[in-house]
């Protein structure tokens, strides 16, 4: 286990906060409320994605080397642990050096937001002993059917990047290696978007609570609705030839795991709670 070496003594492990979660998730939108607490501070002005902190580091190659959205987490190399050559307190010092100066460093904790955090906590825990980890899980048809949809307007000759079913499977990827990793994270909290829309007030106080805050988050940020282009787009495949056939390869390869997680692939209405094995 290595240790983090402070920074002029501003900044040690236990005070930073690592959000994670697949492109379109909403790590966007929680990281923006965690970061507007008034004990927390979130990167600002920086000038990268989303103020993405995985943009402003030359310790680790970002989601992009290795696909980008929709891909990254099938690369084995994604997937960083304690035992990386990279988990060293010369990163920690890297890492920070980076960060700092887009933070509140007068604030008591600090968030840094990369969707590849969801496969890297290991190796953050490892760098910043006493970190927390959260992520957030959105349900994987419309995580798949949102990033599909944000690729093909980004990129040109979107279709030689990834199909739904691809970035159906890739959901499975990442969140098997957070299945796997979280037995061995110290500190690791899982939220499902669909309840913070829900539910914000009540999975905010779950938040507060594993933080260890005594004031509240603002729970006015989150609003319903943002997946309901996708619940629809879903339904209206089942009567479309090219979307059935999407539809039944989706549902006949990816049911059973779905169910695993709380979700339901043929009607994205349903979910239930997802309870780590650890």
């Keep these: 286990m290595t240790r983090v070496s402070e920074l002029d003594g501003a900044v040690d492990g236990s005070r930073l906060v690592f959000v994670g979660g697949l492109h379109r998730s909403g790590t966007t939108p929680l990281s923006r409320v965690l970061a507007a607490h008034p004990r927390m501070s979130g990167l600002q002005d920086t000038g990268v994605t989303e103020d993405e902190g995985q943009h402003l580091q030359s310790v680790y190659p970002v989601g992009n080397a290795y696909g980008g959205p929709g891909r990254f987490a099938f690369a084995p190399q994604a997937h960083l642990t304690e035992l990386s050559p990279l988990a060293t307190p010369e990163s920690a010092e890297r890492l920070l050096r980076a960060w700092t100066p887009y933070w509140d460093l007068s604030r008591d904790l600090l968030v840094e937001k990369s969707p590849p955090n969801l496969v890297m906590g290991r190796f953050l825990q490892s760098v910043f002993p006493g970190s927390a980890l959260i992520v957030v899980l959105r349900h994987p048809v419309v995580v798949a059917l949102s990033t599909f949809k944000w690729r093909r307007l980004a990129r040109r000759h979107w279709w030689r ?96 795991q779905a169910a695993e997680f709380g979700y339901d692939i043929a009607d994205l209405h349903v979910q239930q709670p997802w309870v780590l094995d650890a």
């Design 161 to 256: 990047y990834a199909s739904v079913h691809t970035m159906v499977r890739h959901w499975f990827a990442a969140h098997e290696v957070l299945r796997e990793d979280a037995g061995r994270l110290s500190r690791l909290h899982v939220v499902k978007y669909e309840e913070l829309l829900s539910d914000p007030a009540g999975r905010l106080a779950d938040i507060q609570h594993f933080l260890g805050l005594a004031e509240p988050f603002a729970t006015d940020l989150f609003r319903g609705g943002h997946s309901d282009q996708y619940e629809a787009r879903w339904d209206a495949m089942a009567g479309q030839p090219l979307g059935s056939r999407i539809r039944r390869s989706v549902e006949r390869d990816f049911a059973d």
